[in-house]
């Protein structure tokens, strides 16, 4: 979703047509369930599947009570401010714990540490520094 949004933020750009993504952590909702009635619509049993432990595994990674997480009321404010707002933001990160935006922002992080690596213009420590408190100003005055 990320990829295509971004895709289709290029495309869009010059008709004036703003493209938002709402990427949400964990809350109290029912998307674990409804994948786990599809897989059992589809009859999936995984024998053959090289994700087969993973697949078995659904149940401790993914509750299907999901109760214990916040209502996704944050969620919905994200998608009104996207679909309302004279300026959408581009992303809207919508986590209810501190935990959960850290692991969001390191992955970020280190998917940029992963493309300046190891090429004819890779950047060094400072010039990379300079480049994210360029973004992180420019993001402010906005």
């Given amino acids: 979703m990320e990829a295509y949004s971004d895709a289709l933020y290029a495309e869009m750009k010059k008709f004036d047509v703003q ?3 709402v990427e949400p952590g964990n809350f109290n909702s029912k998307v674990i369930q409804n994948m786990k009635t599809r897989i059992k619509k589809n009859n999936s049993t995984y024998k053959e599947s090289l994700f087969k432990q993973e697949m078995l595994g659904l149940e401790q990674y993914f509750p299907t009570d999901r109760s214990v997480f916040e209502s996704p009321d944050a969620v919905s404010a994200a ?8 300026n959408p933001k581009r992303r809207y990160m919508v ?3 501190q935990g959960e935006a850290e692991f969001t922002i390191k992955g970020a992080i280190n998917t940029l540490v992963e493309l300046n690596k190891g090429h ?5 420590k400072k010039a990379m520094m300079l480049m994210l408190e360029q973004a992180i100003d420019k993001s402010s005055s906005k």
């Fill in 79 to 86: 998608v009104m401010d996207a679909l309302f707002s004279e």
């Fill in 95 to 97: 986590v209810p714990s």
């Fill in 120 to 124: 004819a213009f890779s950047y060094d």
């Fill in 19 to 21: 493209v938002s993504i």
